[in-house]
C-alpha cells in the first residue's frame, strides 16, 4: 500500500461537505432550492400541474436529495483511504462522472425549453467540479515521478 495524498482527503470531505448540505436541503426544501436553482417562474413550471405531477416530481426530488446524501456519506468515508492506487482509480471515475453530466446538460438538458438558460451555468459547474479531481491527478503523478 503506497502513502496517501493530503490532497484527496480535502477534495473528499470539501465534496463531502457539499453533497450532504444540498442532499439534505433537497430532502426537506424540494421547492425552494429548485427556485433557488432555476428562479420563480422556472421553478413553477418544473413542480407541475396537477396534485399527481406535484406528488411525483417532490417525491422525485427527495429521492435525489438521498441519493446526493448517500454519496456525500461515501465520500467522507472514502476520505479516509491511504491506498494512492485506489484514490487514483476513484479520481478518475469521479472526472468520467463529472464529465459525463457535463455532456448530459449539453446534448439534453438545453433542449429542454425551460431548462435552456441554465444548462451553460451547470454544465461550467461540472466541469470545475471534474477539474478538482483532474488537479489531484496531475498532483499525485507528480508526486510518484519526481
Known amino acids: 500500500m503506497a502513502s496517501s495524498s493530503s490532497g484527496f482527503f480535502v ?3 470539501l465534496h463531502s461537505m457539499v453533497a450532504l ?3 439534505a436541503l433537497l430532502m426537506f426544501y424540494t421547492k425552494e432550492v429548485t427556485v433557488l436553482g432555476y428562479g420563480r417562474d422556472v ?3 418544473l413542480h407541475g400541474s396537477t396534485l399527481h405531477d406535484q406528488l411525483l416530481i417532490q417525491t422525485s ?8 446524501f448517500a454519496i456525500g456519506v461515501v465520500l467522507f468515508m472514502v476520505a479516509f483511504v491511504k491506498d494512492r492506487e485506489f484514490q487514483s482509480f476513484f479520481a478518475k471515475g469521479f472526472v468520467l462522472l463529472y464529465f459525463s453530466m457535463a ?3 449539453l446534448c439534453f438538458e438545453r433542449k429542454i425549453e425551460d431548462l435552456a438558460g441554465e444548462w451553460a451555468r451547470q454544465a461550467v459547474g461540472d466541469i470545475a467540479l471534474a477539474l478538482s479531481w483532474v488537479f489531484f491527478l496531475v498532483y499525485s503523478w507528480r508526486e510518484k515521478y519526481d
Open 11 to 13: 477534495i473528499c470531505i
Open 61 to 68: 426530488g427527495s429521492f435525489s436529495g438521498l441519493l446526493l
Open 103 to 105: 455532456v448530459w446538460r
Open 21 to 23: 448540505t444540498f442532499g
Open 43 to 45: 421553478a413553477s413550471k
